[in-house]
């Protein structure tokens, strides 16, 4: 499951050259759920990175420590909390990187999962709107999961799905089926992402300095010897 997210400075221009900013970017080398997170989503026809509340909170949800910061994308479409926001209300959240915990015998030990080339990821997730009066309101999100590959299954069993930026407008777009949708909603190839251990300071989230996402030992990434 993705519990912490690692994200510096990205050049999102050349990620998404036709991409609208409102807010910067937020930043953090261990960045935990229930706080702002920025997301990309399509507003008026164009795509636009704004600040939300990483947590879902439909209108409904009565206790703020029950907002799901994950959806599993074999339930968007059978759990209400998921299915509207599924079908009409896409987003994707620029990363670095994602923090994972292996289990060892005596505790677990965290590993920074990024992109082989360390270039940014596009991570999957759903929004929704909770208007508070007529006039305002607040927005919040999830990731959504599906099932590590099998490079980092040894790992953890989950992670968010990632989106190729090529294919971003037509995960954003509100008409695209959910049959399409959902062909997107798969485990990352091999050869896109690697993952090395990192200092155990990550597993407090108060500790926010770079040296959280230093590695600790060599990238687990797929080799030519592991080829086909």
Known sequence: MAGRLYITPLDLDRLLPDLTVD??????????PRRPLSIIRLEAGRANLDTVFWGLTPPWLKVLDHAPH?????????????????????????????????????????????RTDRGPLLLAGLWCRFHTTLTAYNDSMALITVPANGLLAPLVDRLPAMID????????????PVEAL????????????????????????????PSCAYPTGPMLRRTSEQEP
Not at 78 to 102: H, T
Not at 188 to 206: H, I, Y
Request: with cysteine; net charge positive; charged share 20%.
């Open 23 to 32: 807010r910067p970017l937020v930043t953090g080398a261990n960045l935990a």
């Open 70 to 114: 994950c959806a599993r994308a074999e339930s968007l479409t059978a759990r209400p909390m998921f299915r509207e926001a599924f079908a009409a209300r896409r987003c994707l959240v620029p990363v670095s990187g994602i923090y994972v915990w292996k289990p060892q015998p005596r505790f677990k030990q965290p590993f920074l999962v990024t």
């Open 165 to 176: 930026a090529g294919h971003a407008r037509r995960w954003l777009d509100p008409d695209t």
């Open 182 to 209: 959902q062909a997107q909603l798969v485990p990352a190839p091999l050869e896109l992402l690697g993952a090395f251990p990192v200092s155990r300071r990550v597993n407090d989230p108060r500790h926010q300095d």
